[in-house]
């Protein structure tokens, strides 16, 4: 069974910084695309970065370019979202996603598995 665990959020001052993790374990997917996701109260899931598990590459959403940055450690198993400037609009449950058929989009559809999520809030 695919099971995904973020970690790393918490409350951090506008401006600041944080690094979200996402160990990805039961995996039997020769590939795959991780996402990171948030969602805020009353909004919907919104797509922030996702990179390839074999090739790298990595996408970003418009609202964090040149903020956040997605990298991955395939040895660990874990993807690892570092968001840097933070402003308040960044507060949100951040969740990370496993597509199987690797397409490499921010929609939440080819996602499959998920995590529980992690709280970030940031704070003006």
């Known amino acids: 069974e695919v099971q995904l665990v973020e970690s790393g959020g918490g409350l951090v001052q506008a401006g600041g910084s944080l690094r979200l993790s996402c160990v990805i374990s039961?995996?039997?997917?020769?590939?795959?695309?991780i996402g990171w996701f948030r969602q805020a109260p009353g909004k919907e899931r919104e797509g922030v970065a996702c990179?390839?598990?074999?090739?790298?590459?990595?996408y970003y959403g418009h609202s964090v370019k040149g903020r956040f940055t997605v990298s991955r450690d395939n040895a660990k198993n874990t993807v690892h979202l570092q968001m840097t400037s933070l402003e308040p609009s960044d507060t949100a449950v951040y969740y990370c996603?496993?597509?199987?058929?690797?397409?490499?989009?921010?929609?939440?559809?080819?996602?499959?598995?998920w995590g529980q999520g992690t709280q970030v809030t940031v704070s003006s």
């Open positions: 996603g496993l597509d199987p058929s690797s397409v490499e989009i921010l929609s939440t559809v080819p996602y499959t598995y």
């Open positions: 039961g995996s039997t997917f020769d590939d795959y695309v």
């Open positions: 990179i390839s598990k074999s090739k790298g590459s990595a």
